[in-house]
């Protein structure tokens, strides 16, 4: 499989990919964008739970983030399905799954037993809270690590906390899994070991989170709840309403407050004597976000965003999905791609997303639509050398799927 730049940073690179919902097929995503043949089985019965809500088993969820795999659906309970899943492995650089610990065990697919098909295999096992340990055993969801990790006593008001509003655990492990998965293989190619690499979703969520645990390991004192002006701290930063929408503003400096004040027309604060310094702002930032808000609603976002922006102050518009999809900086980086052929969609073209990094120059995004189910099962099994007789034989005998 081709890389989406000249050569794909994983190019020669193979990945069997357990993973199913979101954790782990977002990080074999990664991973094929970069380059990397990822190979996804998949149970005959329904493969990935994320295509149970689609008829034709490609819902959204599913398409963005399987594009450039291939599926091959093999029943890993039947012994000719595990001696082709093992033939596979053999072929292999990566495993990958995010299964309960034991799970794989019972189905032939532990580490060890591979260990012994493939010496040099890095395998990546993602669970809720690691493979050892009192609590490796607890299924875990999104919703429940986020509440664990600390996460949603970081969000919300100072009365209630709130739910990050999207998987940021599934999303955090994903992004730290290939990380992982990356640095062993680099270790690979320089000693010929393989590894095994044990990632989990609670941890991988605390280390995204560490601007919060440093100051509370540092001096035992929590942060405060972020509430909805997380920037409250400082008068002249957070967000604030205008006529056409939320600005958001990060004067959180003295200096960059003196800016702000000149650029919006209001230069006779800085003489102020409530914020003639950093000081004495920070006592009466309460007083000069109210001078702000009352300043900022009698124009546009866009206007305010352009004044403050010449002067040098960091600002933005506040952006739903739809807004922020046109971002002419998106497009000109190629972070979105079309991807043609896709089945289920208006005219067979959907746009997806990419990696988030470019490469000499190249974004690293699909070529390729999300597969159906077992799309590719009689491709990999010649590859592996399965000739047709006996690839229709385990067909026949219910092996395969797609």
């Known amino acids: 499989m081709e890389g989406s730049g000249p050569e794909g940073l994983l190019d020669g690179v193979r990945v069997v990919d357990f993973t199913h919902v ?28 994320m295509r149970a809500s689609d008829p034709d088993g490609l819902p959204p969820a599913f398409l963005g983030q399987n594009g450039n795999k291939r599926s091959a659906a093999l029943d890993l309970k039947h012994p000719e399905g595990l001696a082709a899943v093992h033939a596979l492995v053999k072929t292999a650089d ?47 969801y999104d919703h429940l690590i986020q509440g664990e990790s600390g996460m949603f006593m970081a969000t919300g008001t100072e009365e209630q906390p709130v739910r990050v509003g999207f998987a940021i655990a599934d999303s955090s492990t994903a992004i730290i899994a290939s990380s992982a998965i990356n640095a062993a293989l680099l270790r690979r190619a ?7 690499v044990d990632v989990s979703m609670l941890e991988s969520c605390m280390t995204v989170m560490g601007l919060n645990y440093y100051a509370y390991l540092a001096t035992g004192r929590l942060n405060p709840r972020v509430g909805p002006n997380p920037l409250a701290q400082a008068g002249s930063a957070g967000t604030f309403e205008t006529q056409d929408g939320t600005l958001l503003v990060n004067a959180n400096t003295h200096r960059l407050f003196e800016r702000m004040a000149e650029a919006v027309g209001r230069p006779e604060l800085l003489t102020d004597e409530r914020f003639a310094s950093a000081e004495a702002a920070a006592r009466n930032r309460g007083e000069l976000r109210r001078i702000f808000d009352d300043h900022l609603a009698g124009d546009t976002a866009s206007n305010w965003d352009a004044k403050l922006r010449a002067a040098g102050v960091p600002c933005g518009r ?17 972070t979105l791609a079309t991807v ?63």
């Open 340 to 402: 043609a052929g896709v089945p289920g969609v208006e005219g067979g073209a959907l746009r997806c997303l990419g990696t988030g990094f470019l490469v000499d120059e190249e974004p690293q995004v699909p070529s390729k639509p999300a597969p159906r189910l077992g799309q590719h099962t009689e491709e990999v099994l010649a590859e592996l050398g399965y000739d047709d007789d006996r690839i229709a034989d385990l067909r026949a005998g219910g092996v395969l799927g797609g």
């Open 318 to 334: 506040l952006k739903d999905a739809s807004e922020a999809v046109g971002n002419a900086q998106l497009a000109h980086r190629g």
């Open 22 to 49: 979101h954790a782990g097929p977002l990080c074999t995503y990664q991973l094929a964008l970069m380059g990397a043949d990822v190979v996804k089985v998949e149970s005959p019965n329904g493969g990935d739970q």
């Open 94 to 140: 990566v495993v990958i799954h995010n299964m309960r610990p034991g799970t794989p065990d019972r189905l032939g697919i532990g580490y060890e037993a591979l260990k012994e098909v493939n010496p040099g295999i890095v395998y990546c096992a993602i669970s809720g809270y690691g493979q050892s340990g009192p609590e490796s055993d607890r299924p875990a």
């Open 190 to 196: 320089r000693t010929g070991q393989g590894a095994f």
